[in-house]
């Protein structure tokens, strides 16, 4: 099996449910704690053994590339000040030089056509692709169990997380068919994107975290339009799975919907919690607010 060295990050989303927070600003640089939403999606990738991060970016998020750089200034200032802490903290924060590319999507033509943007800088290897709105919180992450579940198939094949939403939720997303249990892993036996309320195959959603082959490649190329309109990656996974197998894996962890108020608030207040240095404070802080309600 071929090692995944590389993770996509489609980052050229305009975030409009976030304005005006997100005038200016990129949507993935917003916070959970102390750390922008990208950050935590790319500490995930890196825990997994990630060597190559490619950002599909857009108009406007010229800071993410910022960010994913070192700040020389900033770093000397510390230094001089004697701020160890922080200085290691932005150290450990950053991929090395040259692991990072970035490349435009030019068009908000769908996730697929994001995906699709990324082929030249993946070239003809498996890679990992995260979506940046799901912040996933476990130990390991999200994307290291997987690679573990991949490690254990005995084909080159596809894997994708799943987790479980209520059934009045499944429309907000793509929805995946559940067939025989392989190891950690099953196999998906049907894809279907943001399918009507009430005709989803199952109740667990395709969370934002892939594995896949670069046959995804051609596939996307032809840049056919499902849902809403926009070129769809389930939709090239659905062809690819009529000859290549794809797997779910069940995450159990805790996952946030970042691309909604609700989902990005509650990321807050679980990292803020699973923080040593803040939780005491915070949960007292918490607890009078909700007292107070
Ligand atoms: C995308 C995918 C969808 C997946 C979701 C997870 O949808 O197309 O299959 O369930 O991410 O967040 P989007 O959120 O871009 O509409």
């Not at 150290?91 to 435009?104: H, K, V």
């Not at 943001?194 to 989803?200: H, N, S």
């Not at 509650?266 to 909700?290: M, W």
Request: hydrophobic residues 40%.
């Amino acid at each position: 099996m071929k090692p995944i060295r590389k993770a996509v990050f489609p980052v050229a989303g305009l975030g409009t449910r976030f304005l005006p927070a997100t005038k200016a600003m990129p949507k993935e640089m917003l916070t959970v704690v102390d750390r922008p939403v990208i950050q935590h999606v790319v500490d995930e990738a890196r825990e997994a053994g990630i060597e190559h991060f490619i950002f599909v970016t857009g108009r406007n998020k010229a800071v993410i590339e910022d960010h994913f750089d070192k700040q020389v200034e900033l770093e000397a200032t510390l230094e001089r000040r004697g701020k160890d802490a922080e200085l290691a903290e932005l150290e450990d924060s950053l991929p090395g030089p040259g692991q990072t590319s970035f490349t435009r999507q030019q068009a908000p033509l769908g996730l697929g056509h994001a995906v699709w943007c990324a082929r030249e800088l993946v070239g003809n290897e498996p890679f990992a692709l995260l979506l940046p709105d799901m912040v996933m919180q476990d130990e390991p992450g999200c994307l290291k169990q997987m690679l573990d579940t991949y490690a254990g198939l005995d084909e080159p094949a596809n894997v994708i997380a799943v987790e479980q939403v209520p059934e009045d939720q499944t429309f907000r997303y793509g929805i995946v068919g559940v067939g025989e249990e392989v190891g950690r892993a099953f196999r998906i036996t049907g894809m279907v994107e943001k399918p009507a309320p009430g005709t989803a195959p199952s109740n667990l959603i395709i969370s934002g975290r892939y594995i896949l082959q670069p046959e995804i490649f051609s596939l996307l190329a032809e840049h056919q339009t499902g849902a809403g309109g926009e070129i769809q990656l389930t939709d090239a996974m659905l062809r690819l799975a009529e000859n290549q197998s794809f797997y779910g894996y069940h995450f159990r962890g805790k996952s946030f919907d970042c691309g909604n108020k609700i989902g990005f608030l509650s990321a807050n207040v679980s990292f803020a919690l699973a923080r040593p240095d803040i939780a005491p404070e915070f949960r007292v802080a918490l607890k009078e607010l909700l007292e107070a309600e």
